[in-house]
Nanobody, 124 residues
């Protein structure tokens, strides 16, 4: 069993920043790739960013490339998403996800379990 708990969402003005956190329990966190996804109202869930099991490889969606940074602290079983220069179109529920296969590279698709999400709202 794995538990993922996101935090750090909120209301921010366009151009502002937020740092999302995701705490993982129940797995050897350091062996697993992690990712962030988001789902806006009326839209499908989409990949935002992924990070490999050891943090050595990261991948970003084009929509957030250059504005966001994914990182992890394996000692704290936590993955982060720093988002800068936020835009109203970034408004969504943000979910973290874990690839239950060991030593994953943080791809855009290979995730098995998602957390409950945290709301990010960007006002114009």
């Amino acid at each position: 069993q794995v538990q993922l708990v996101e935090s750090g969402g909120g209301l921010v003005q366009a151009g502002g920043s937020l740092r999302l956190s995701c705490a993982a329990e129940g797995r050897t966190f350091s062996r697993h790739a992690m990712g962030w996804f988001r789902q806006a109202p009326g839209k499908e869930r989409e990949f935002v960013a992924g990070i490999s099991w050891n943090g050595g490889r990261t991948l970003y969606a084009d929509s957030v490339q250059g504005r966001s940074t994914i990182s992890r602290d394996n000692a704290k079983n936590t993955v982060y998403l720093q988002m800068n220069s936020l835009k109203p179109e970034d408004t969504a529920v943000y979910y973290c996800a874990i690839d239950l296969r060991p030593y994953g590279l943080g791809s855009a698709k290979e995730y098995d379990y998602w957390g409950q999400g945290t709301q990010v709202t960007v006002s114009s």
